[in-house]
Structure formats: C-alpha cells, structure tokens
C-alpha cells in the first residue's frame, strides 16, 4: 500500500464523465478518496426508484461495484480493464429517501486481484447501513 492514492476523485470522476452513463442507475460520482478507502455518492433521483420510493437493488449493486473500481484506481491509477471478479451484496433494510453514500475500504491488494468492503447507506444516516458488499476486482 502507498502513502498517496494513485488518482484524485477528480480523476476518476473526469474518467466516468468520459464513459457515458454505463450504469443506467442514475448519477453516480466518486466524492472522496484515501490511501485505502473511497466514497462513491448515488444522487437521489425518482426516475429510477421501485414502486413505493424505494432505491432499487441494482442502483446499491451500482454503488458497490464502483466503489470496488475506483479501489483498483487508488493503487494501480484508471486501469479502465480491471473487472468485477466477485461481489456479494447483503440488503439490511429498505434505501427510501435520500442519496446513497458508498464507503469502500480496501482490505488486500494481491498480485492480481484487489478485495474491499464496501457499506453503504442514505445520506445523513451512516448509523443505519442499508446494504453491506464485499468485491474482488481482477486486474488486467
């Protein structure tokens, strides 16, 4: 692990710019990143919510697995290659009424593939985690 991430946010998020909306869940952008840690943000939007307002399960998937890439970005720089190898994603209780904030924690980082921990919850609420994913990210 180095003392310095390898990008900014600002990095990857021009990088995302570039990519087009890939996702199809709405605007997604990294807010933060660490040596070891990052912060994805899902800006609330009704367009893309289940019926009874609530976030659907593959916009958290969608905050996860971003948060999983742009963990490979803070050590290896954009490898845009790097690609989902795992990622298992456990519902806690139902996302409703705000944008989900992303925390990914990079817990290995081996020859080839990168595992983190990523919690997710609605903004202003991190005591109430919504879903809680683990990834593997195999690098190119």
């Known amino acids: 692990m180095t003392d310095t991430p390898a990008v900014t946010a600002d990095e990857i998020n021009a990088f995302l710019a570039e990519q087009g909306d890939f996702t199809k869940s709405g605007p997604v952008h990294v807010e933060s990143v660490g040596t070891d840690d990052v912060v994805v943000r899902w800006t609330y939007d009704e367009s893309v919510l289940r019926p009874g307002g609530y976030i659907a399960g593959p916009t958290l998937f969608t905050v996860a697995d971003l948060c999983g890439w742009a963990l490979t970005f803070i050590s290896e720089g954009i490898t845009p290659m790097a690609v989902t190898w795992d990622l298992h994603i456990t519902f806690l209780r139902p996302a409703i009424g705000g944008d989900v904030i992303g ?38």
């Open 103 to 140: 925390v990914g924690r990079r817990l290995k980082r081996g020859r080839k593939l990168i595992y983190g921990d990523i919690e997710m919850y609605i903004d202003g609420n991190p005591e109430k985690p919504v879903a809680h994913a683990t990834v593997t990210y195999a690098l190119p």
